[in-house]
């Protein structure tokens, strides 16, 4: 099992920036790709942005390149989530998310998820 915990929500003006964070445990070692996802009210979970456990690899959904940057520390098992010039439509919950095969930016290939944070832009 993996276990993750996110935290780095909040609300925050439109045009202002947030990083979220994201830390694994368990058996962290069967881990192949981590990813946001995120949430709106109404609306279907989609893919943000996802990053190889161990590679090099990122990925990212055509509409947040640019203003969107994943990240990870494997030394802390962590990853992160640098969210800049947010605007009122970012508004959702963010959740991290892990795969032990290559899921990118296929939702229903994350195995194991977080509880969420909710990220509200105030326009």
């Known amino acids: 099992q993996v276990q993750l915990v996110e935290s780095g929500g909040g609300l925050v003006q439109a045009g202002g920036s947030l990083r979220l964070s994201c830390v694994a445990s368990?058996?962290?070692?069967?881990?192949?790709?981590m990813g946001w996802l995120r949430q709106a009210p109404g609306k279907e979970r989609e893919f943000v942005a996802a990053?190889?456990?161990?590679?090099?690899?990122?990925y990212y959904a055509d509409s947040l390149k640019g203003r969107f940057t994943i990240s990870r520390d494997n030394a802390r098992n962590t990853i992160y989530l640098q969210m800049n010039s947010l605007t009122f439509e970012d508004t959702a919950v963010y959740y991290c998310?892990?795969?032990?095969?290559?899921?990118?930016?296929?939702?229903?290939?994350?195995?194991?998820w977080g509880q969420g944070t909710q990220v509200t832009v105030s326009s």
């Open positions: 368990g058996r962290t070692f069967n881990i192949y790709t």
């Open positions: 990053i190889s456990w161990r590679g090099t690899g990122t």
């Open positions: 998310a892990a795969s032990t095969e290559v899921a990118a930016s296929d939702v229903g290939g994350y195995g194991y």
